[in-house]
């Protein structure tokens, strides 16, 4: 009897000590994409038209690109706590080690990372984090398998220069906008 109730106590310290309190950056998602003071959108390519002016090599790249996933809070007069306190919570999930950070950039009222989760060689998500004093915080995740981080900034270059037709996109655009908000 003793051995049993040894295994038991074992089993249930590993699974106690295996358990992530950590909330995911999914998790978060999730939990937040029904507030009402967050907009969330999940954005298919498929909205991404007028391809044909892409190279193999460039629709390669977009086709490794499963959806977009937005989560953002626009600024209002009265809910800079409420982004305040999801910019420690986001800053705070980011600090996993599974988020490698690529770069980041700070200008004025504005702030810019951008993480990446699985290897250099085959990313599995893309985070964009930004916040602007002026009109809030957001953060992007690019979902896809085994995206090529160069290819991908070959793509976004594309999209500068035009070679995608972002028109599927407009209405999202105007979503985020705080003067709609």
Do not use: H
Not at 70 to 76: T, V
Not at 157 to 175: C, F, N
């Amino acid at each position: 009897m003793n051995f049993f109730k040894c295994i038991t106590l074992l089993g249930t310290v590993l699974l106690l000590m295996s358990c992530d309190n950590n909330q995911s950056l999914q998790e978060y998602y999730v939990d937040n994409q029904g507030d009402k003071e967050f907009v969330a959108v999940d954005v298919p390519t498929s909205l991404f038209a007028n391809t044909e002016k892409l190279t193999v090599d460039q629709k390669k790249t977009l086709e490794t690109v499963k959806k977009i996933n937005i989560l953002a809070i626009p600024k209002k007069r009265e809910n800079q706590t409420k982004i305040d306190a999801e910019k420690a919570k986001i800053i705070n999930i980011l600090k996993d080690e599974k988020y490698q950070l690529l770069m980041k950039y700070g200008g004025g009222n504005s702030k810019m990372a951008v993480y990446y989760t699985g290897s250099e060689e085959a990313v599995d998500e893309i985070i964009v984090y930004g916040e602007d004093e002026m009109k809030g915080m957001g953060i992007a995740r690019v979902l896809g398998d085994n995206m090529n981080p160069s290819d991908i900034l070959q793509l976004v270059r594309s999209l500068q220069k035009g070679d995608i037709d972002m028109g599927g996109l407009e209405g999202i655009s105007k979503m985020l906008s705080s003067d709609q908000m």
